[in-house]
C-alpha cells in the first residue's frame, strides 16, 4: 500500500517513515526542506535498507500538489506532517503560519476528496487545549482559545478537517501530541532544527556539546512544584508508531466515526528543571542554564490522558525520560563529530 508521508523528512515524519517502511508500506516523501535535510534519507535507508521515494514540493503551490495526486493516483492513505511548528515564531509571523499551516491542508484535502477511499491522518497537538482546566488531558476538554497562532492553526487545521468529513469520503485521525523528544536508537536521524532550537531538548544537547553558550529556562514562577513549565515529553519512536497503528485503524475500516480523535503522550507531567536534571544524569554533563521571563504563547501545565490511546488503538508508550534524553545526546554526539 502506498502512504504519502508530508513533511517526512522533519523530525517526526522521518521517525514515522522508518516505523512504516518496517511494517512493509510503500512511502512517498513530500517535503519543501524548509526546515529538513535531504541527508535524513541516507538515515532511513540505513535504518530500514530501503529508499523512499521523495519528491521536493512546497505545498503552499496547489498546482504542485495536483501534478503529484495526478502522478500517484494509488495513494492508500496519507499522513500529514508538513507545517510550521514554532510557537514562539508563529507569534512574530502570524502570516506564514496561517499559510503555511491552512493552506497546503487544504489543498491536500481538495484532492483526497476526488479520490474513491482516503484516509487522512493529522498531526494535530495538545496546543488546541490552550491552558487546560484540569489535568491529565482527556480529549474530551474544552478547545480554549489559541494562545499563539500556532496552536490556532492546529484548532483551525481539525475544524476543516470535520468539515470536509462530513461532505466526502475522507476519513480522518486527529493526532494531539505533547512534546516529542529524543531520537532512534540507530542514531541515524534524529530532531534536526536548523538555526537555533525553539523547542527544549535540541537547546540542551546543542548546550552540552558547546553549541550554545547557555539555556534559558523561561520562567521560575509558574504554579508548578518548582515554578517551571510542566510537559508531558514522548519519546518520538512512541510517537512514530502511534502514527502506523492509527493509519492501520483507518485501512482496516476499524475507525467508529469519521472523525476520530486521540492524544499522544505519556501521561505524565515533567518540569523543564526535571528535564534538565534528567539530562545531566544520563549525560554526565552539568548544563549552563539561566532563568529569563515568561515566554508569550507558552501554557504552564499540559499532561495527557492516554487512556483512549491504550483502549482503542492498543497503544502505550515504552520509552522512560531519560532514555529519550539518553537517545537525543546519542545523536547529537554523532551529527557534531
Not at 521523495?54 to 495513494?75: M, P, S, W, Y
Not at 487522512?120 to 474544552?142: H, L
Not at 466526502?168 to 512534546?179: A, D, E, P
Amino acid at each position: 500500500m502506498k502512504i504519502v508521508v508530508t513533511g517526512g523528512l522533519g523530525f517526526i515524519g522521518s521517525h514515522t517513515v522508518v516505523e512504516l517502511q518496517n511494517e512493509g508500506f510503500e512511502v512517498v516523501v513530500i517535503d519543501n526542506l524548509s526546515n529538513s535535510s535531504e541527508g535524513v534519507l541516507d538515515g532511513i535507508v540505513n535504518i530500514t535498507g530501503k529508499r523512499p521515494v521523495f519528491e521536493k514540493i512546497d505545498l503552499r503551490d496547489k498546482g504542485a500538489v495536483q501534478n503529484f495526486f495526478e502522478k500517484h493516483q494509488d495513494v492508500s492513505g496519507v499522513i500529514h506532517f508538513a507545517a510550521s511548528k514554532a510557537v514562539g515564531e508563529s507569534v512574530g509571523n502570524p502570516l506564514l503560519y496561517y499559510e503555511n499551516n491552512i493552506n497546503s491542508l487544504v489543498y491536500i484535502l481538495q484532492e483526497l476528496k476526488e479520490l474513491p477511499n482516503s484516509n487522512f491522518i493529522f498531526s494535530s497537538s495538545c496546543t488546541v487545549y490552550g491552558q487546560a482546566e484540569k489535568m491529565p488531558i482527556t480529549e474530551d476538554a474544552p478547545i480554549q482559545a489559541a494562545m499563539s497562532p500556532y496552536g490556532n492553526t492546529k484548532q483551525i487545521g481539525e475544524e476543516i478537517i470535520s468539515d470536509s468529513a462530513k461532505v466526502t469520503n475522507i476519513n480522518s485521525i486527529l493526532l494531539r501530541y505533547f512534546n516529542p523528544i529524543g531520537a532512534h536508537p540507530s542514531a541515524e536521524i534524529g530532531e534536526l532544527p536548523l538555526g537555533v532550537p525553539q523547542n527544549l531538548v535540541p537547546f540542551i544537547t546543542q548546550t552540552a556539546i558547546g553549541l550554545r553558550e547557555k539555556l534559558s529556562v523561561f520562567g521560575s514562577d509558574y504554579p508548578t512544584p518548582d515554578g517551571t513549565a510542566v510537559r508531558d515529553y514522548i519519546h518520538v519512536v512512541d510517537l512514530a508508531k502511534a502514527h502506523v497503528i492509527a493509519l492501520q485503524r483507518l485501512l482496516n475500516k476499524q475507525n467508529t466515526e469519521k472523525v476520530e480523535v486521540f492524544n499522544l503522550g505519556t501521561g505524565t507531567g515533567s518540569s523543564v528543571l526535571e528535564v534538565i536534571q534528567a539530562f545531566e544524569k544520563v549525560s554526565g554533563k552539568k548544563l549552563n542554564y539561566q532563568i529569563v521571563g515568561r515566554r508569550e504563547g507558552d501554557v504552564v501545565t499540559a499532561y495527557a490522558n492516554t487512556d483512549k490511546a491504550h483502549t482503542v488503538l492498543g497503544w502505550k508508550t515504552q520509552s522512560s525520560l531519560e532514555e529519550a534524553l539518553a537517545s537525543a545526546w546519542k545523536w547529537e554526539q554523532k551529527i557534531r563529530s
